[in-house]
């Protein structure tokens, strides 16, 4: 039984190391951008570590609930993806400009600024 299970998970990372790492760079390339500029070394290794663990098992909760359907599985992997793509793009614009991860601060001016200050920032 557990020699299966090991079997399932080595063959759902086999299958899926594309993806996972795609989302992990998606999910941590600014946290760790600021880690490193704050010098916080053992952060960075934890925070990375426990966000390539959620990845995987969260990979493997997915291909588990859509084990009979690879259509579906494949879409909803490209749609995971594209989620994470546009908060990605968002926060290295504003850690390349402010040297800031977006906050609950950024958020809050983001939605307050009209489409004149908007053309003004950019």
Known sequence: ???????????CFRNNTGFMTVLFVLNFFTLAWSL????SWSLLWEYGAVL??????????????????????KRAKKMLLLLCLVPFVVECFVM????AL?????VNSILETNSQEAAEFL
């Open 1 to 11: 039984m557990v020699q299966r299970l090991l079997e399932n998970l080595q063959h």
């Open 36 to 39: 490193l500029l704050a010098g």
């Open 52 to 73: 390539a663990l959620c990845i995987f098992f969260g990979t493997v909760l997915l291909d588990w609930l859509l084990a009979g359907r690879p259509l579906w599985l």
């Open 96 to 99: 390349h400009n402010y040297r």
């Open 102 to 106: 977006i906050g609950a601060g950024i």
